[in-house]
Nanobody, 123 residues
Framework: QVQLVESGGGLVQAGGSLRLSCAAS????????MAWFRQALGKEQEREFVAVVNWSGGGTVYGDSVKGRFTISRDNAKNMAYLQMNSLKPEDTAVYYC??????????????WGQGTQVTVSS
């Protein structure tokens, strides 16, 4: 079992930056990939893939809507994953979820999820 807790969300103006953190506990030495997904209000059936990083941190994939603006990273010594979000846009407003599991870009690839943290970008 892996437990995940996100932090760092909040309200920011368009063009600003936020850094989300994800603290992992439990079976953190199991070689999991870590990912971020987001879900916007009114899109409860859609959890959009944002980014994924492999166990070593050397492999990353980003969703098209965030490429060049967001950076995913991890620190295995601290059992942490991060999402640095720059040049934020109002359409980035969503609840952001941290996930752990096998490598992939689908929610089905990840068996462990945090409770989410709200990010709101004002125009």
């Amino acid at each position: 079992q892996v437990q995940l807790v996100e932090s760092g969300g909040g309200l920011v103006q368009a063009g600003g930056s936020l850094r989300l953190s994800c603290a992992a506990s439990g079976r953190t030495g199991s070689g999991y990939a870590m990912a971020w997904f987001r879900q916007a209000l009114g899109k409860e059936q859609e959890r959009e893939f944002v980014a994924v990083v492999n166990w070593s941190g050397g492999g990353t994939v980003y969703g098209d809507s965030v490429k060049g603006r967001f950076t995913i990273s991890r620190d295995n010594a601290k059992n942490m994953a991060y999402l640095q979000m720059n040049s934020l846009k109002p359409e980035d407003t969503a609840v952001y979820y941290c996930a752990a599991g096998r490598w992939g870009i689908s929610g089905r690839d990840f068996g462990y999820w945090g409770q989410g943290t709200q990010v709101t970008v004002s125009s």
